[in-house]
Nanobody, 123 residues
């Protein structure tokens, strides 16, 4: 399974970005999909996840009501719509796929990872 994240960039505070993550080489509809991020000097942290069958979503408290995760199984793609961005959202964002359909927020529960896309929010 290969995951290719895109859509990052430089944006001003209160702006928006939409990240995409395209999957290839596997059965996308069978995967739990998640987004994580890692800021310089910090550990990788959970952002959002969407389950494979129910499409139930889970969010980190820090991004609730600002970020929306969605998936299009016909395009083998998961999205992260990010609104009202804050400088604290600056990080490299990674998409990940998990073989088990849970609402897991732990990186250890995800089996495949994309290469990351940089998001920088200026104040």
């Amino acid at each position: 399974v290969q995951l290719q994240a895109s859509g990052g960039g430089l944006v001003q505070a209160e702006g928006s970005l939409r990240l995409s993550c395209a999957s290839s080489g596997g059965t996308f509809s069978s995967y739990l999909m998640g987004w994580f991020r890692q800021a310089p000097g910090k550990e990788r942290e959970f952002v959002a996840a969407i389950r494979r069958r129910s499409y139930i979503t889970t969010y980190a408290d820090s991004v609730k009501r600002r970020f929306t995760i969605s998936r299009d199984n016909t395009k083998n793609t998961v999205y992260l719509q990010m609104n009202s961005l804050e400088p604290e959202d600056t990080a490299v964002y990674y998409c990940a796929a998990g073989l088990y359909d849970t609402s897991s927020t732990s990186p250890r529960e995800y089996d495949y990872w994309g290469q990351g896309t940089q998001v920088t929010v200026s104040s």
